[in-house]
């Protein structure tokens, strides 16, 4: 986890995101996000979690998903979005390798 200078507690984060309890503790048990402490009543959550809580919620919502497919295509996503990061920077290597080898 990355250091933040606060946190939310349970109760906060259903206030802001507008959920029960009971759907957030169904986000967490589905491993979407992970807050720290053992019980929900001890959670603390990062506050960047609060904006994928939410989006989990509108994939949810607009695709009319179980919380399991919700995460794995959290999941998905995530990872596509670091193969094209990475696509991107070995494109740049190759490209720099490429104006070395034209230079010799």
């Not at 109760?11 to 995101?17: D, F, K, L, R, Y």
């Not at 190759?94 to 034209?102: E, G, K, P, Q, T």
């Amino acid at each position: 986890m990355s250091e933040s200078s606060y946190y939310l507690t349970l109760a906060e984060v259903t206030q802001s995101a507008r959920l029960s309890a009971e759907t957030v503790i169904t986000i967490v048990d589905c491993g979407i996000v992970q807050p720290q402490g053992e019980q929900p009543r001890q959670w603390l959550f990062e506050p960047q979690m609060l904006a994928l809580i939410q989006r989990a919620c509108r994939l949810q919502r607009d695709l009319e998903l179980d919380w399991p497919a919700v995460a794995l295509a959290l999941e998905l996503t995530e990872d596509l979005q670091r193969l094209r990061e990475e696509n991107q920077r070995l494109r740049r290597q190759l490209s720099a390798l490429m104006d070395l080898d034209v230079g010799l």
